[in-house]
């Protein structure tokens, strides 16, 4: 099994960012999807979560009408796509499904 994400990086506050996933070993879309994002010296926490047929919720209050998770299945490929980013947002992204996890992205939203 392995997740790989990508798209992280440096943005300004208010900027936009779409992290990727893509997932391969295992049958995609047959199992939920998570977003985990870890700041430094703060405990990993759940972000956003996605059910094999696309339902969707985000979890963290302060990402609510900012953060989106999607899938696509065809694509193996579970998204973030995060707007209005602010500072508290930094840290590392993991995606992770069943007890496997990524290697993690890393945002900075900085000026």
């Known amino acids: 099994v392995q997740l790989v994400e990508s798209g992280g990086g440096l943005v300004q506050p208010g900027g936009s960012l779409r992290l990727s996933c893509a997932a391969s070993?295992?049958?995609?879309?047959?199992?939920?999807m998570s977003w985990y994002r870890q700041a430094p010296g703060k405990e990993r926490e759940l972000v956003a979560r996605?059910?094999?047929?696309?339902?969707?919720?985000v979890y963290v209050d302060s990402e609510k009408g900012r953060f989106t998770i999607s899938r696509d299945n065809a694509k193996n490929t579970v998204y973030l796509q995060m707007n209005s980013l602010k500072p508290e947002d930094t840290a590392v992204y993991y995606c992770?499904?069943?007890?496997?996890w990524g290697q993690g992205t890393q945002v900075t939203v900085s000026s």
């Open positions: 992770q499904s069943l007890h496997y």
């Open positions: 070993g295992f049958t995609f879309s047959s199992y939920a």
């Open positions: 996605i059910t094999s047929a696309g339902g969707s919720t």
